[in-house]
């Protein structure tokens, strides 16, 4: 495996359902980001942790819980969803979390909350 | 906070035929601009990025850039596209924090 790794590709879950996202990267990096996609909208950056520390959250609810439990994976536990977290969940990492260094993206997760 | 303003939604466009995608940032100090591609089913790619140094930027895949500080503009061209570049192109800009800025996107179908 190469570059950035997301599992599942598709996950459909109830309002109730507990379930989890998982980021794999292969390319030596220490930091790694989530970010949502939603139709017709910017990315939305969600969390970043840098050294397997969370330096970042952009004010997500708290049905979302990230964890890093070392620089090559990265988790995004979710609980009591609404439907309109449906969205495209993707994982970046880079380098370094300063500025100029390249993000790469995994393919993302399609989450469906019915 | 960075803004990035794409102001096509979407771009409909013939194989062999130029393309451009308009992007402008809100900043009035230095920033690093970036354009993403996402195609279909897959994660986004970068396609270039500007840093500093020359304004025009050559990427992959036969696209370039042009870095317009007086206008705050970052527009992505291609001379001549294929069907493969049929995709989802993102600009993004990162500012003194670390963070990238999205645009909302632009879809170009590519027809033939």
């Known amino acids: 495996e190469t570059g950035v790794t997301q599992t599942p590709r598709h996950l459909v879950m109830g309002m109730t359902n507990k379930k989890s996202l998982k980021c794999e990267q292969h390319l030596g990096h220490n930091a790694m980001y989530w970010y949502k996609q939603s139709a017709k909208k910017p990315l939305e950056l969600m969390f970043v942790y840098s050294l397997e520390e969370r330096v970042e959250n952009n004010s997500v609810p708290s049905r979302f819980s990230p964890e890093c439990p070392n620089s090559s994976h990265l988790f995004l536990h979710l609980h009591t969803l609404q439907p309109e977290d449906s969205a495209l969940y993707l994982c970046a990492s880079s380098q370094e979390r300063t500025s100029i260094y390249e993000q790469y993206f995994g393919p993302g997760t399609r989450l469906t909350v019915t | 906070a960075q803004s990035v303003t794409q102001l096509d939604s979407q771009v409909p466009v013939f194989e062999e035929a130029p393309v451009e995608l308009r992007c402008n940032y809100s900043?009035?100090?230095?920033?690093?601009l970036f354009w993403y591609v996402q195609y279909p089913n897959q994660g986004l790619q970068l396609l270039l990025k500007y840093l500093s140094g020359s304004t025009l930027v050559k990427g992959i895949n036969g696209f370039e850039a042009e870095f317009n500080k007086s206008q705050t503009s970052f527009h992505l061209r291609k001379p001549s596209v294929h069907i493969s570049d049929t995709a989802e192109y993102f600009c993004?800009?990162?500012?003194?924090?670390?963070?990238?800025?999205f645009g909302a996107g632009t879809t170009v179908t590519v027809r033939a």
């Open positions: 993004a800009v990162i500012h003194n924090d670390y963070k990238l800025s």
């Open positions: 900043s009035s100090v230095s920033v690093y």
